[in-house]
């Protein structure tokens, strides 16, 4: 079984910046592609960022692109997403996953999700 434990969620005023983390423990994470998902009120899950196993191969939303960056410290087993130019609309809770599949299924529908954090972003 693997766990993955997402943290650092809070609130953040408009142009702010925010880093969530995502701890991974009991499956050997280092191998498998990772990425970050969010949910608003009333709207569906959507993708956000993903990043291949060793971090070469990085894929975005375009409604974060140049703001959000999707790192990862396997050393660690640590995911992060680092969030600037924070706007009300990237309001939402936030989830890790994770796939041994790759970055393309990570994006499609990943085998394992976290709990999620929230992000609150006020104007």
């Known amino acids: 079984q693997g766990q993955l434990v997402e943290s650092g969620g809070g609130l953040v005023q408009a142009g702010g910046s925010l880093r969530v983390s995502c701890a991974a423990s009991?499956?050997?994470?280092?191998?498998?592609?990772m990425g970050w998902f969010r949910q608003a009120p009333g709207k569906e899950r959507e993708f956000v960022a993903a990043i291949n196993w060793n971090g070469d191969s990085t894929d975005y939303a375009d409604s974060v692109k140049g703001r959000f960056t999707i790192s990862r410290d396997n050393a660690k087993n640590t995911l992060y997403l680092q969030m600037n130019s924070l706007k009300p609309e990237d309001t939402a809770v936030y989830y890790c996953?994770?796939?041994?599949?790759?970055?393309?299924?990570?994006?499609?529908?990943?085998?394992?999700w976290g709990q999620g954090t929230q992000v609150t972003v006020s104007s």
């Open positions: 996953a994770a796939d041994f599949h790759g970055v393309a299924r990570v994006r499609l529908g990943p085998s394992y």
């Open positions: 009991g499956r050997t994470f280092s191998t498998y592609a």
